[in-house]
């Protein structure tokens, strides 16, 4: 039986039925995901509850997992596997982070809208996020199109940015918030690395808006006017319109491709435990191509 696709916004999104992620796919179904995915830009799964092997096993389907940035600190412990990224408000020994830790004030940055791993050379192609324990109220993931926000930006505009190169590091991200506790050897690993402003996207051809909390500078523009003209994109990217909200049940998991959608997570009541689990297929290549030839 082959995979269904029900499309959940007017622009983009696909829930996809009839499928068991616990079990290997046949090379028919990895390939309607990967239309589907194509098409759509985020799959939503209900009903999947997968563990951690099933889910590496799932995501390997589209190509090769990133692993996760945990050198930073000598004293950081890791509650999950270098292939996933732990995507919860627990400590290493399942409990709730304080308030005042400062893994949670970091994770704080996932409200901001972002494309995951912009701030690594080469970032991140498929993000693909499970639900294992969430708040009874809150904590929605949301979605922006930025093919659509692309194609509906004015000529002028798209003629003004279509080259531009942007440089993207945590550090900009994390400052927006206030965030700034790192230490030198953390900095160090932090040098920002140059994105394409704009892609065109090699799943359906289609020129997409690349943006992320993680940009800060356009090459060759003052910093202040690079920062402005990257804040009145993110405005116009993330209009309603453009936005799509998911409500997280259990046993969902949900694969977005990064390179043409933005996310952000959303506030909970963080007494309650949000646990999600993410893989991440890497994209294998810088997006710039002077980058990609050196
Ligand atoms: C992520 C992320 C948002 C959320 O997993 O990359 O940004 O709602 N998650 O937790
Ligand atoms: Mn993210």
């Not at 004030?105 to 701030?119: E, I, K, M, P, Q």
């Not at 993931?141 to 279509?162: G, H, I, S, Y």
Request: with cysteine; charged share 25%.
């Amino acid at each position: 039986m082959s995979i269904t696709v029900t499309q959940l916004h007017p622009l983009f999104v696909g829930e996809i039925g009839n499928i068991d992620l616990r079990q290997p796919l046949d090379p028919d179904t990895t390939a309607a995901l990967s239309a589907a995915i194509n098409q759509h830009g985020v799959l939503v799964f209900h009903d999947q509850p997968i563990d951690d092997a099933q889910q590496q096993a799932f995501s390997r389907n589209f190509g090769e997992l990133e692993t996760t940035v945990r050198a930073y600190r000598a004293d950081f412990v890791p509650r999950l596997d270098i292939h996933m990224a732990d995507i919860s408000n627990l400590d290493e020994n399942n409990r709730v982070l304080p308030p005042n830790d400062r893994r949670r004030l970091n994770a704080l940055g996932n409200r901001l809208w972002h494309s995951d791993s912009s701030f690594k050379r080469v970032p991140a192609r498929f993000s693909l996020l499970s639900a294992r324990t969430i708040p009874n109220e809150g904590g929605e993931t949301q979605f922006a199109d930025m093919r659509a926000a692309w194609d509906a930006l004015p000529d002028k505009m798209k003629a003004r940015v279509e080259g531009m190169i942007c440089e993207h590091t945590q550090l900009f991200s994390r400052a927006r918030i206030g965030f700034t506790d790192w230490a030198p050897e953390e900095r160090a690993k932090m040098a920002p690395v140059p994105q394409l402003l704009v892609r065109t996207h090699p799943g359906s051809g289609r020129k997409s808006l690349y943006l992320s909390s993680h940009a800060g500078r356009i090459q060759g523009m003052e910093e202040p006017e690079a920062r402005m003209l990257l804040l009145d994109l993110n405005e116009f990217a993330t209009q309603p319109q453009f936005v799509y909200t998911h409500t997280w049940r259990v046993g969902d998991l949900v694969m977005w491709d990064n390179r043409c959608t933005m996310h952000r997570a959303r506030e909970y009541d963080e007494s309650q435990v949000r646990d999600m689990h993410r893989t991440t297929v890497s994209d294998g290549k810088p997006t710039v191509a002077a980058d990609r030839a050196a």
